[in-house]
């Protein structure tokens, strides 16, 4: 019964190819995020989704696509993927209220992408 | 944008040892929220903590939303407390409400 759930866990794939990553939430939350980790576990927000809206985009770069089929889903594709986007990927959802997170972000288990 | 400064950024603990992480913001917040990261990599949410003092069995959280700093209190620690604990905060300002910018981590490390 996971609240927020990824997959693949984790992707191992050539430079140049393109990925996806899926995330769905059964929370009822209407607010989803991807989130990168790096090396150094440093977790920076990559993508903000409100209601199926873009909301925050974090200066990523054009090959990364997220597109949100409705609330409870948010999905991220990766062109021509590159070594530097070897990293842990993270999803999370929370409840916003007018223009602010509300309460809790719940994460979900992380893909970790290794881009040989 | 808001800064999200973590003291300190190891701490080695022998189990039953009590510790407090800090974690110190530059700008008023409407949101603040303490995670755990487990050897595993899973993020566990500890506190949802804006403002006041909550407890969760071994576990309080205090946040001094007016001085810009709030405390994570770890008592009787135990090895499965090992891993990396995050603050992270919403900003009240700047485009910042529907995002958690979050600080470099505290790696807690408890010896049996």
């Known amino acids: 019964d996971t609240a927020v759930s990824q997959t693949p866990k984790y992707l191992v794939t050539q430079m140049g190819n393109d990925k996806s990553i899926k995330c769905e939430q059964n929370?009822?939350?209407?607010?989803m995020y991807w989130y990168k980790q790096d090396s150094k576990k440093f977790l920076k927000i990559m993508f903000s989704y409100n209601n199926k809206e873009l909301i925050i985009n974090e200066t990523v770069p054009n090959r990364f696509s997220p597109k949100s089929p409705d609330k409870a889903h948010l999905n991220l594709h990766i062109n021509s993927l590159e070594l530097g986007d070897s990293a842990v990927y993270f999803c999370?959802?929370?409840?916003?209220?007018?223009?602010?997170?509300?309460?809790?972000?719940?994460f979900g288990p992380g893909t970790r992408l290794l881009v040989l | 944008g808001i800064q999200v400064e973590q003291s300190p950024p190891d701490l080695i603990l022998q189990e039953g040892a009590n510790s407090t992480l800090r974690c110190n913001f530059s700008d008023s917040v409407n949101n603040l929220q303490w995670f755990h990261q487990n050897p595993w990599g899973q993020l566990i949410n500890l506190f949802y903590?804006?403002?006041g003092t909550k407890q969760n069995g071994r576990l309080s959280a205090t946040t001094v939303a007016t001085e810009r700093y709030s405390l994570l209190y770890i008592s009787s620690s135990q090895t499965t407390d090992s891993g990396v604990y995050f603050c992270a905060v919403g900003a009240n300002s700047g485009g910042s409400n529907y995002k958690l910018t979050f600080g470099k981590g505290t790696l807690l490390t408890v010896n049996p």
């Open positions: 999370a959802s929370s409840q916003a209220e007018g223009t602010a997170i509300q309460e809790t972000q719940y």
């Open positions: 903590i804006p403002s």
């Open positions: 929370l009822g939350h209407d607010t």
